[in-house]
């Protein structure tokens, strides 16, 4: 996967070796004017950057595959209301037949009035076959199930946003990464040959025994420290390139050359004016009001179980009696049916009732606090964010004035060198400022756009990038 890494560097060195052999300015105007990555780009903008992760990324998928089995479990339950039809058949061989005591003075008078006699009812075998049939009429728990459900529905709903939400945030971060990078790396090709040509007004010099060798290494050195960073910034754009490209879900890991969209880098975008944060915005704000929403419903829904039914029960089918195990026996079947309502009042059902009810309205208090904390965190990150872009934009805008007046010395200090009106360790002394300069104005450059970023996600307005 570092083929094109290795293409690129090598073609930049070919580019500065010639330019150390003097070439001419041709070369290094060239070389300051080429743009970095050049080799086969595609434009790629931040927004279809966002919706290919989205698209692409597994886990992201796995959460709306969550999403579609919520759904479903709600659409299962709806079947509650349907009759319930079960086919019943059951033989049974009675080894001791019940015996019952029957008062038999009261059938025949020639017994006392008292007298009574034992008698064995049934057979030694029996079987029933038939159909029960149950329409519920009245079940609340099937209405607070089903509420349940859906609120479950719009939690997973809300997880996948957040997760989305977070991946958006990633992909964004990189892609700033590499879009500075790609700017960092035009400059550090300006910023080598700027060094090459004080390095060659200096060895010059040197070679004419008008320069100390003391002062040569010292344009040697900041020469090389230039063209570390080129080096350095490739390195750094190849690996973050590689990680947008997992994030997007491509596999072309070999071919790692991407081009942003640099009309989105606009410093207006940042000065644009910044707002509260908006809390209906938040994919978790949501997903932390709705759990405690959940527990209110689970609560009701704990309720139900101590709250009567009413349904509608019938049956048909038939018995056999016989005293021989024959299941065909003639003459040994007799019919069986019934229609009827069916009441049930549940009364205890081995559990605590009211420590349930306790737990479930404490778990909706922890969600509540955890969305007021949530509110206040988003609230704080919004300020904080705020203020550092207002800060890091006039940092900015001192260290543009800055670097333009450090360029415009060294080109004044080139030019009396040669005229023998300056010092070479005014020179050097000036290169190494302006690289210092320049390091810190693309670290600030760097670190202000992170701050919109997070601005963009603390006030709940991250989705405005791909949406």
Not at 455 to 462: F, I, P, V
């Amino acid at each position: 996967m570092f083929k094109k890494y290795i293409k690129r560097r090598r073609k930049i060195k070919y580019l500065i070796h010639n330019s150390v052999k003097g070439i001419g300015i041709a070369i290094l105007v060239t070389l300051m004017t080429i743009p970095f990555p050049t080799i086969a780009q595609k434009v790629v903008s931040l927004h279809q950057a966002i919706n290919d992760a989205i698209v692409n990324r597994k886990n992201i998928q796995a959460g709306k595959s969550n999403l579609a089995i919520q759904k479903l479990q709600t659409k299962i339950l709806y079947k509650k209301y349907w009759p319930q039809i079960s086919a019943e058949y059951n033989y049974l061989y009675n080894p001791i037949l019940q015996t019952s005591i029957l008062p038999i003075g009261i059938f025949n008078p020639s017994y006392p009035l008292d007298a009574t006699k034992s008698i064995q009812f049934g057979t030694k075998w029996s079987q029933t076959a038939g159909v029960t049939v149950v329409q519920p009429l009245l079940d609340r728990t099937i209405r607070r199930e089903i509420n349940e459900a859906k609120l479950q529905e719009r939690i997973a709903s809300a997880t996948q946003a957040q997760s989305e939400y977070d991946l958006a945030y990633t992909v964004a971060q990189t892609y700033i990464e590499i879009s500075l990078q790609q700017a960092k790396i035009e400059s550090a090709v300006v910023d080598t040959s700027r060094t090459y040509i004080s390095y060659t007004l200096l060895k010059n010099k040197f070679d004419e025994k008008r320069l100390l060798k003391s002062d040569l290494n010292k344009s040697i050195i900041n020469h090389n420290n230039t063209r570390q960073l080129l080096s350095d910034a490739m390195a750094d754009l190849l690996t973050d390139e590689v990680y947008l490209l997992f994030l997007t879900g491509q596999s072309n890991f070999d071919n790692p050359d991407i081009l942003m969209d640099i009309a989105f880098f606009t410093m207006d975008k940042i000065a644009t004016q910044l707002t509260y944060p908006d809390f209906t915005l938040f994919p978790e704000f949501q997903q932390l009001e709705l759990e405690r929403q959940l527990k209110g419903i689970q609560a009701n829904s704990e309720k139900a179980k101590y709250l009567p039914t009413l349904s509608l029960k019938g049956f048909i089918g038939a018995n056999q009696y016989t005293n021989n195990l024959d299941p065909l026996a003639a003459n040994s079947w007799f019919g069986l049916s019934y229609i009827g309502i069916d009441v049930k009042l549940p009364l205890l059902f081995g559990e605590d009732k009211k420590g349930k009810l306790q737990q479930l309205q404490l778990q909706g208090t922890q969600y509540r606090l955890q969305k007021e904390d949530k509110a206040a965190q988003y609230t704080k990150d919004a300020n904080t964010a705020s203020i550092n872009i207002k800060r890091g934009l006039a940092q900015l805008k001192t260290q543009e004035a800055n670097i333009l007046l450090s360029n415009e010395s060294i080109t004044i200090i080139q030019d009396r060198l040669i005229e023998g009106e300056e010092s070479a360790s005014t020179l050097n002394l000036e290169e190494s400022t302006l690289q210092q300069l320049k390091s810190v104005y693309e670290t600030n450059k760097r670190q202000l756009w992170l701050y919109w970023l997070d601005y963009q996600k603390a006030s709940g307005r991250l989705g405005l990038l791909w949406k």
